[in-house]
């Protein structure tokens, strides 16, 4: 399979986490793994400049990982955050937009995302229906699009429901992260801003989605997030002066999994003034997961989806895919290994689930349902 942009995200999203989190070994194998997904990105680039500005945030992250093993040897000092290590100007300013500018028409759709009912409701009514009754709209006068903020624990599943959404919309996807403003906008921020709004606005219906939109605080010291800093600020002032253009029709949505580390300028009216908290999923949901994870695939008729999904309380989905690919891979490699075709069957599923750590922590959970609590 190849790699996707979204793999690398992950592995490298994991992997400052881990850095941050001093959790030096897994940070290690993260950063590692990024660093391969951009390499192999790199040879899918279709420009040099693209080719080069990956490489080198390759070559970034293998430093890190370099200074991981340092770490475990000697114990650290100074405050140390991961995003002050991130590439901060492995710059191709003078690339034209037609380089930097990715866009895709995501095929997933709402029905691919388990769970979520109230979210998909909510993104139905501020922006589907809107859009697909627009003349109806403006003789009630609702208006379409604006912002949505999605908030909650890694793995639950913003990234895939903001792709959803561009897909339910049949609307073309235009996503920034700050992996892509650090490496590709340096110099040029503000035309770069620009030229995404204009190309959004040329397409009839678009969703831009912000990712990791905390790396908009202001980072103390912090000399790597200062283009940050000076970008995402101008999306949200670009959102503002977009609602106002009647025409396009376009739909911001943001996402973060630290919510608590939000500039209040993203709140503020006109912006992502809808803030939608993203749950780890419930039992219903996690039975979706595994008919959407496990129900192609070879299984053994003594496999208890309810039963497994009690089984999964606190997992996040990421957790769940993982599991059920991995519950997978066990009879796929015993098939291989020449035993006739074995069968995904209970017992192993529950010997991955028992190896496998949730990835959010009860008291993280606790944090996010405190804080959209005292939201609403
Ligand atoms: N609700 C869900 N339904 C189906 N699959 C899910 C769901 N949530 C997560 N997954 C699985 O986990 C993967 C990662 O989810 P995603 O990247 O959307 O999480 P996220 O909330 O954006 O995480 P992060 O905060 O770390 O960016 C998805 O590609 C999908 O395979
Ligand atoms: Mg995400």
Avoid at 50 to 76: G, H, I, V
Avoid at 89 to 104: C, M, N
Avoid at 178 to 189: F, H, I, R, T, Y
Avoid at 272 to 280: A, Q, R, W
Wanted: charged share 30%; aromatic share 8%; with cysteine.
């Amino acid at each position: 399979m190849s790699t996707t942009w979204d793999t690398f995200e992950r592995y490298r999203q994991r992997g400052l986490d881990a850095r941050r989190a001093g959790q030096w070994q897994s940070a290690k194998v993260y950063l590692l793994e990024a660093a391969r997904a951009i390499l192999e990105l790199s040879k899918q680039a279709q420009t040099k400049e693209l080719t080069d500005a990956r490489q080198e945030m390759a070559e970034r992250l293998l430093d890190l990982a370099r200074d991981c093993d340092n770490a475990t040897n000697t114990k650290r000092q100074k405050g140390d955050r991961g995003s002050s290590a991130e590439p901060s100007s492995a710059g191709d300013a003078g690339a034209s937009a037609e380089q930097w500018i990715v866009k895709e028409k995501p095929s997933i759709r709402f029905s691919d995302v388990a769970g979520l009912d109230d979210v998909k409701e909510e993104i139905r009514l501020k922006m589907i229906y809107p859009f697909a009754h627009a003349e109806l709209a403006e003789k009630f006068g609702i208006r379409a699009g604006g912002g949505i903020l999605l908030y909650g624990p890694p793995g639950t599943g913003k990234t895939m429901l903001a792709k959803a959404t561009a897909g339910e919309l049949d609307a073309t996807f235009f996503r920034i992260s700050p992996a892509d403003v650090l490496s590709k906008w340096v110099g040029e921020a503000e035309q770069n801003i620009k030229k995404l709004f204009d190309t959004a606005a040329a397409e009839p219906r678009a969703v831009i989605f912000i990712d990791e939109i905390e790396s908009l605080i202001p980072a103390r010291r912090d000399e790597g997030s200062s283009v940050m800093q000076r970008v995402v600020p101008q999306i949200l002032q670009g959102m503002e002066g977009f609602d106002k253009q009647k025409k396009s029709q376009i739909l911001f949505l943001g996402a973060t999994n630290v919510p608590w580390q939000l500039d209040p300028a993203v709140l503020r009216p006109g912006r992502f003034d809808e803030k939608v908290y993203i749950p780890l999923p419930d039992l219903p949901a996690r039975v979706r997961m595994l008919e959407l994870y496990l129900a192609n695939r070879p299984i053994a008729d003594d496999l208890d989806f309810s039963a497994i999904a009690e089984t999964l309380a606190g997992y996040s989905g990421a957790d769940i895919k993982y599991i059920c690919d991995r519950s997978a891979l066990l009879p796929f490699l015993q098939s291989v290994a020449g035993r006739g075709e074995q069968m995904i069957g209970g017992e192993t599923v529950d010997q991955v689930i028992a190896e496998t750590p949730r990835s959010v922590s009860p008291e993280a959970v606790k944090r996010f349902d405190d804080w959209a609590k005292a939201l609403s």
